[in-house]
T-cell receptor, first 116, second 116 residues
Framework: GAVVSQHPSWVICKSGTSVKIECRSL??????MFWYRQFPKQSLMLMAT?????????EQGVEKDKFLINHASLTLSTLTVTSAHPEDSSFYIC????????????FGPGTRLTVL | AQKITQTQPGMFVQEKEAVTLDCTYD???????LFWYKQPSSGEMIFLIY??????QNATEGRYSLNFQKARKSANLVISASQLGDSAMYFC?????????????FGRGTSLIVHP
C-alpha cells in the first residue's frame, strides 16, 4: 500500500517556541491531506483539511493562526504549531488519500509533541 | 448527532476466540464508505477493512470481516481467531460523498484486550 511519512516522530520543546511537522506521501500524489489531533485514549479529532495550492479548511474551534498549515506540493503538507504551550501537547497524525475516492486513507505514523 | 457510534469502550476476548466490535453510523448520503482501523500502543493507524455503501457482499480481509447491515446502518467488525497481537484500539470511520471533500469521521474507538 501507499506510504505516508511524518517527521519528526516525536518532539519536545519549550513553551513559546514553534514546531513544524511534515507529512509526505511517498509514492502517490495527494491533493488533499488531513491533520488530526489525538489525546490519550481518545479518538482522532480532525483539525483541518489541507488542500494543495490553496488555504486549509479548519474545523470549528481550531485556531488557524495557532495551527498553520501549508500544502505546497502534491506530496507535502506541513503543520506548524506556533507559540506552543503545554496544552498543545498531543499526538498529531496526518493522512492522505487519492482525490475523489472513498478508498483507504493512508496515515502517517504520527508525531508526539510535548511542550514543557 | 454523532455520525459514528461505537458503544463498547472496552472489550475482552480470550485468545483464539472470535470477537465482534460494534459500529453504527448516521448519514443521509447514498454513497459512502466505511472503514475500520487498528491503533496499537505505538500510535500508528493501521487500515483493516473497507466497505462501500453499494457493495452487496460483506467485506473480508483475512481474519477480519465486516458485518454490513445497511438497513440498520451498522458495520460491525468481526475478528476471528483472536491473537494476542490484536490487543489495540479499534476505530470505525466513515467517509461521505455529498460534500465532495470526503472528509472522514471517526468513532470514539473500542479498546480490545486479548488475553491468553
Amino acid at each position: 500500500g501507499a506510504v505516508v511519512s511524518q517527521h519528526p516522530s516525536w518532539v519536545i520543546c519549550k513553551s513559546g517556541t514553534s514546531v513544524k511537522i511534515e507529512c509526505r506521501s511517498l509514492d502517490f500524489q495527494a491533493t488533499t491531506m488531513f491533520w488530526y489531533r489525538q489525546f490519550p485514549k481518545q479518538s482522532l479529532m480532525l483539525m483541518a483539511t489541507s488542500n494543495e495550492g490553496s488555504k486549509a479548511t479548519y474545523e470549528q474551534g481550531v485556531e488557524k493562526d495557532k495551527f498553520l498549515i501549508n500544502h505546497a506540493s502534491l506530496t507535502l503538507s506541513t503543520l506548524t504549531v506556533t507559540s506552543a504551550h503545554p496544552e498543545d501537547s498531543s499526538f498529531y497524525i496526518c493522512s492522505a488519500s487519492e482525490t475523489g475516492t472513498y478508498n483507504e486513507q493512508f496515515f502517517g505514523p504520527g508525531t508526539r509533541l510535548t511542550v514543557l | 448527532a454523532q455520525k459514528i457510534t461505537q458503544t463498547q469502550p472496552g472489550m475482552f476476548v480470550q485468545e483464539k476466540e472470535a470477537v465482534t466490535l460494534d459500529c453504527t453510523y448516521d448519514t443521509s448520503d447514498q454513497s459512502y464508505g466505511l472503514f475500520w482501523y487498528k491503533q496499537p500502543s505505538s500510535g500508528e493507524m493501521i487500515f483493516l477493512i473497507y466497505q462501500g455503501s453499494y457493495d452487496e457482499q460483506n467485506a473480508t480481509e483475512g481474519r477480519y470481516s465486516l458485518n454490513f447491515q445497511k438497513a440498520r446502518k451498522s458495520a460491525n467488525l468481526v475478528i476471528s481467531a483472536s491473537q494476542l497481537g490484536d490487543s489495540a484500539m479499534y476505530f470505525c470511520a466513515m467517509r461521505e460523498g455529498s460534500t465532495g471533500s470526503y472528509i472522514p469521521t471517526f468513532g470514539r474507538g473500542t479498546s480490545l484486550i486479548v488475553h491468553p
